[in-house]
Every structure is written in structure tokens, then in C-alpha cells.
């Protein structure tokens, strides 16, 4: 039996302002047409992975406080964002979000990517993935339930595990020397682009919000998730990943 869900929560502000889409509501994402199937291949609808991850996430126990969506390549590409909370906890000024994204041009498979969006400043960056399928294959559809379920499991672990991380970004004093080695070693690893170190080094210097005013780790994440805002968010998916890897360097936790 479907679960009964509550109406579409409120807008996520500033999470899907991006180059190459345009953000659209649920009913939009709801009125792509999936391709057929050929033999090889077996589309998800859009559709039914937006209902599937309300509905695991309420099931287990999230509450769903706002969610945004974005449609690229006239719809073929598809990508959300969910902002959940649990009530057991604590406030921290740092908020969980879970991406969703999909295609119907063979681009990736359905997945779900975690991460965290700044309460002060709704800058939006994203840790680690868990695929759905590594592929459509012919009984996608039919076990998406289970599989969007198995992947709901793996998401409290995983932000749990983020919330102490951050904790311990908030910790880690940093000179300017450090920061600036720092912003090359981010270009190497294509955090970002050359063309985006002015940016990175203004938020820094002069950080935009009181709270960044300590000379930390955390004051750096957030001068590059500033930098972030406006981006695809197929590319920010991969640029906040290889973000957390290179401030889990700096404090030698492994990935």
C-alpha cells in the first residue's frame, strides 16, 4: 500500500540556482515523459524516485522540511534536494540535505548523494553517494522500493559521521600559509578553478558572515561553499566531495 504523504514542503531557498537548468516544481518533474525501454536499458521515471525518497524518508523516521528541483536537457536530467532533520538532533547551524538525481540520456545511474547546507548562509556542499542501481537494468522499476530503502539505511551512518567531521573542522585553527597551500593543493585536485582563487581568498580574508570570523577549517569550507553557490550541481556533487577529501588530508582522517 502507498504511504500517504504530506503536501510538497516549501522551496529549499538557494540550493538549485545553477548554470545549464532551470529549477522547476514537482508537478514539472512529474510531467516528463520516461523513454521506453530498449533491451538493454530501462529508464526511471523522475516521478517515482521523487515519491520513493519521501516516502523512505518518512518511513524511516526524517522529517522532509523542504525539498528543490532543477530539469536539465529538456528534462532528460533530472536533480533534487531534500532537507531532512531527525528530532533527536541537536542544532548545530549546520542542516542534512540529500540530493537525488536521475537520467533518461544514459548520463548516470539513479542515486542519492549526502550532504549539508549552512543555516546562516544556505551554502549547500555534498559528501558521499550511494547509487541506487550501477545501472537501469530490467528490474529497476519493480525493486526501486527496496532499493531506494536499502539506501535510506545507509544515510543516517553517514550523517552522523558528517556532523563529527564538521565538529572537527570547526577545531582546527589555520594560519594564512597554510591556507594559501591549501587553495593550490584545491586547484590539483579540482576542487576549483584557477579563476575562482580570487573568490575563495576574498571570502576568507573578508568573510561575508560574522560566524566565519575565526581563522579555522570551518571558515575555509565555507569561503569555497560560498564560491560554490550558482554552480551546476552535477559538478558540485563532485566538487564538495573531493572538498571533503582534501580538509580530511589536512586533519588525517581517512575518506
Known sequence: MELLLPPAPAPVPGL?????????????????????????????????????????????????????????????????????????????????????????????????????????????????????????????????????????GELGGKLRKLDDRIAAYREHALEDREVHDLIVRSIDNRVITPTQVPDVLHEWRQPRHEEFQPRTLWSLWNAYTEVFKGGNPHIAVRRGQALHGLCEGVLGLAS
Not at 25 to 30: A, G, I, K, M, S
Not at 36 to 63: K, N
Not at 119 to 135: A, I, P, W, Y
Request: charged share 20%.
Open 16 to 152: 538549485l540556482l545553477h548554470r545549464g537548468g532551470v529549477t522547476a516544481t514537482r508537478d514539472d518533474v512529474f510531467t516528463v515523459e520516461t523513454p521506453p525501454p530498449t533491451d538493454t536499458w530501462y529508464p526511471l521515471s523522475h516521478r517515482s524516485l521523487v515519491q520513493e525518497i519521501q516516502s523512505g524518508l518518512v518511513g524511516c523516521g526524517f522529517r522532509v522540511e523542504g525539498e528543490s528541483h532543477a530539469l536539465s536537457h529538456e528534462g532528460a536530467r533530472y536533480f533534487g534536494v531534500f532537507a531532512i532533520s531527525l528530532p533527536s538532533r541537536p542544532e548545530n547551524g549546520v542542516g542534512w540535505v540529500v540530493g537525488v538525481r536521475n537520467s533518461h540520456d544514459k548520463q548516470y545511474p539513479a542515486g542519492l548523494v549526502v550532504g549539508t547546507t549552512i543555516t546562516v548562509c544556505d551554502n549547500l556542499c555534498f559528501s558521499g553517494e550511494v547509487r541506487l542501481s550501477r545501472k537501469h537494468t530490467r528490474h529497476a522499476a519493480r525493486d526501486l522500493s527496496y532499493l531506494m530503502s536499502r539506501a535510506i
